[in-house]
């Protein structure tokens, strides 16, 4: 059987980032992938890269990522010969309260800076600038996969990862529906899926004294679904700032296209669309900003972010030597991708990781067990 030093399990922009850092310490990478790399969350998600949006545990990761950002893309544009979308006008925020981010100090910054915006249409909310950047994930994921090709790193998609295979109590590879893949270590970065590897081992292989024994540890995460939609401004910029407010965000493209979102549902792996929801989402949206009744709708779909019992990812070794786990990003997958691959990386290779990931251990959810993680089926606006 051939054999890899790492096996990856998931190819959205988590898998992808870290498969390039490890295969950059010279590690030979096999990324598994359930269905086409890059088209789950990765694809569907928004692209803002908001550190201080993020819960306080969380703050000194994202604000390091963050800010290894120009430089995470360059590079992935340079290996992919793809280019990326990086946007760093800013942000207009609409909230409820003063904001603790510090204004530009205009004395009507939302339409100093953003003539298309109704002001009644914020709902009378409190705007203020933020100097934060944006992405277009999609862009992102296309040149991550080409770029991790283009440095030999082995891909096996279209069969999802069923369990962790070990042997003396080491991680030794993984098992799918249809083969089994052998490695010395084991990364599960399946978002919104990680929980399920393992989830059930029924079956002739699993009782079967001819494989391996199979890792039960419980990887609580749950998918959170999110409905957007894409509309073709009629001026291309019409919009140049991110805009957020508490009913609804607005994420401009520098092609002319507006990202439209967002939801947050708890309704399993349910990804439809349903009509009414992103007809909310867009009235929202012609509500601030009345000249997108000219807008032409391009497309409206629903991703699954996966979330976890603290809302805050999971990175580390598992209490199986040579397993670990870097998922349950939550809505900032994105944005915590550069820095995840360091932290990861530094991991697996033995190094001190230079940030505290204490927070972050798998095992704080070790007295969890899996009834106790199905979520209820409701859901709720953005």
């Known amino acids: 059987m051939k054999h890899w030093d790492v096996i990856v399990i998931g190819a959205g922009i988590i898998g992808l980032s ?13 990324v598994v992938e359930k269905s086409e790399p890059g088209r789950e969350a990765s694809w ?3 692209g803002m890269l908001a550190p201080l949006e993020v819960p306080q545990a969380l703050r000194e990761l994202a604000s390091a990522s963050a800010k290894m950002y120009p430089e995470f893309v360059h590079e992935m544009e340079d290996e992919s010969r793809l280019k990326i979308d990086l946007r760093d006008q800013g942000a207009l925020i609409f909230s409820r309260e003063p904001s603790a981010r510090e204004s530009v100090g205009l004395p009507d910054p939302a339409r100093s800076l953003e003539p298309a915006i109704n002001g009644p249409g914020a709902d009378g909310l409190s705007p203020c600038f933020w100097p934060e950047r944006s992405v277009d994930p999609r ?3 296309a040149a991550a996969i080409a770029a991790a090709k283009h440095r030999g790193i082995d ?25 089994r893949f052998a490695a010395t270590l084991v990364v599960n970065c399946a978002g919104a899926w990680a929980g399920k590897i393992g989830e059930s081992q029924s079956g002739a292989w699993a009782s079967s004294s001819a494989f391996p024994t199979l890792v039960e540890q419980v990887i609580p995460t749950r998918p959170v679904k999110g409905q957007m939609l894409y509309v073709a401004m009629a001026e291309k910029d ?10 609804v965000y607005l994420v401009p493209r520098s092609d002319g296209r507006l990202l439209i979102g967002t939801t947050h549902e708890e309704a399993g792996f349910d990804k439809r669309t349903v009509p009414e929801t992103i007809q909310k989402l867009y009235q929202a949206a012609l509500k601030l900003v009345p000249k997108l009744a000219e807008a032409r709708i391009l497309e409206a779909w629903a991703g699954l972010r996966p979330g976890t019992p603290d809302n805050l990812p999971i990175l580390g070794p598992t209490a199986t030597p040579g397993y670990f786990v870097a998922t349950g990003h939550f809505r900032d997958g994105i944005l915590l991708a550069p820095v995840t691959a ?7 290779a033995g190094e001190r990781p230079g940030f505290d990931l204490h927070p972050f251990e798998p095992g704080r959810f070790s007295d969890l067990d899996r009834s106790s993680i199905t979520p209820q089926r409701r859901s709720s606006p953005s």
Do not use: W, Y
């Open 44 to 46: 569907a998600a928004g």
């Open 155 to 179: 891909f096996s998609s279209g069969d999802q990862v069923a369990a962790i295979e070990t042997a003396d109590g080491k991680a030794t590879g993984v098992r799918t529906a249809k083969t």
């Open 139 to 141: 862009h992102l994921t």
């Open 342 to 348: 360091l932290v990861m990386g530094q991991l697996i």
């Open 238 to 247: 019409l919009l140049r700032h991110v805009i957020r407010t508490p009913k």
């Open 18 to 30: 870290l498969a390039i850092d490890l295969n950059k310490r010279g590690l030979k990478v096999l």
